[in-house]
């Protein structure tokens, strides 16, 4: 039943407007009233006495694009407020997809985003090719969330040009044929498209994306000027000489053609605490010079938990280190040990200005389990220590630390960005960015990355008062769909989807994730507690109450095509 009436709140409708108190009432899945005191006509009731009633949360960076596949329930998403969410991002997505092309696909999604190759197989129908008929597979059964979806340019190319799409520019003939499929989807409901100027597979090549000539990815643009409206996200590589020339790129295509853009993302680091503010001013720029174009950040710490069954945290080390994750057992240990290969790590080690894991902060790398008793009294120090203790350059150190272990210790590469909460604070209150890059369903053998919202809502409006709550509960609702172009989403007024989450400030919490062994092959993930929430709402049906799913999945695939609100 989609008809849900909200008593005893005080609402924030998502326009940054001050908080008032008023019941909420939805009919068919739409707000149709707001005001004090409305009388329940057989509406489910919620009682959100001592609560605010907020528009529910959009995460516009994740990718919960193969989970949602395996669970529905989308858990823990839910459960931190969360309504509406954007997948297809990183050039990356499930479709479009042929047959034959599903080893690769597979492959470079799972290494990038840290995914068990067995659950994509196993959990993932893969009954569609066209992103029309994905479209349709997503909405067989329900989801918990609302899902809008991007094409993945890595993806589209594939799926045109085969294996070529790792090795060439595309022909005339596959522009247009990678064009025709993006009008298709547009037109199903697509909201554009992600490319990527950074990402590497596991053998160290360039995604296709990259690939991409300055006319292909002005060709798709075009689809979504024709269409009138449309999203790219996209990646620049931020290292190198010039960080800022991929953004400039885009501008150069996009500006032109009136798309708006999102690129992922900037991050506070104190080794470069200047950065945030370049990236902000050099955006804004391009905005002045009538390009929407808009960067966007995630307000969380991100610590890496090293897996050493998968992981990209060493793509920045092709050469040496990363080789490492492509073999297993004794090989693993015979590379380790080999003196031509710890050549090639060190001397990588030293000119790598920017890596996942941090080889210019050692002292961020901490040990959290071992397999040898020896090594006990080095649980929770550092890379730093035990160099300092032994000796050497840290690349060995750390090579014969995995030895020593049986190939399998437990580390952390702690506080990799986002560390200074003062500089974290700066960035997320600054309008010039957008909070949205939390990568909420990457990454699960890593970290668990739902719950962004929880935290800016604790930590930084509650405990430190960086952001006023209508404010912050703006930044996660009404703007992203101001800038996304989720038309119906994003405030709760008469007209507009019943997406709503009610919560008592005080009772908010954000807590450390955890493993646990619930993915289609029995593989664990990092899960974060719920996190404190009243209740949560789809389109007037309620997904969460006190922390617990209710097993109701309300939401759909979103259409792009939805211009205005109902009225």
Partial sequence: MSDLIIRGGNLIDGTGAPALPADVRIIGGVVTEVGPSLTPNGETELDAGGCYVAPGFIDSHTHLDPSMFWDRGCDPMPQHGVTTALIGNCSLSLAPAKPEQLDELIDVFCYIEDMPIADFESGIPWTWGSWRQYRDAMNQGGIALNMASLIGHSMLRIYVMGDDAWAREATAEEIQAMAAEMTDAMEAGCFGFSTSFFDLDRRSRPVPSRLACDGELSALADVLAAAGHGLVEFIPNLTGEDPEADIRRMARVLGPRGVTSIWNGISHS????????????????????????WPISSPRTVDLNVSWEQTMVFMMLPKGWNQIMGVKGQARQEMLADPGWREIARNEWDATEKSLFP???PDFARFTSVTSPDNKAWLGRSLADLTEARGGHPSDVFADWILENDLEPGVVAMGVSNSNTDGVAQMISDDRCLISASDAGAHVQMMCAAGDTTLLLTRHVRDRGDLELEEAVYEITGRQAEILGFNDRGRLLPGYAG?????????????????????????????????????????????????????????????????????
Wanted: charged share 25%.
């Fill in 499 to 567: 997406d709503v989450t009610v919560f008592d400030l005080e009772e908010l919490s954000w807590d450390t994730d955890s493993f646990v062994s619930d993915l289609p092959s029995g593989a664990p993930r990092l899960r974060r507690p719920a996190g404190g929430y009243r209740a949560t709402a789809v389109n007037g049906v309620l997904t969460q109450v006190e922390g617990s799913l209710t097993g109701a999945n309300p939401g759909a695939v979103l259409d792009a095509n939805t211009s205005e609100p109902t009225r």
């Fill in 270 to 293: 104190d080794m470069a605490p200047h950065r945030p503010e370049e990236y902000m001013a050099f955006t804004q720029a391009i905005r002045d010079e009538g390009c929407d174009m």
């Fill in 359 to 361: 080889i210019n902060r």
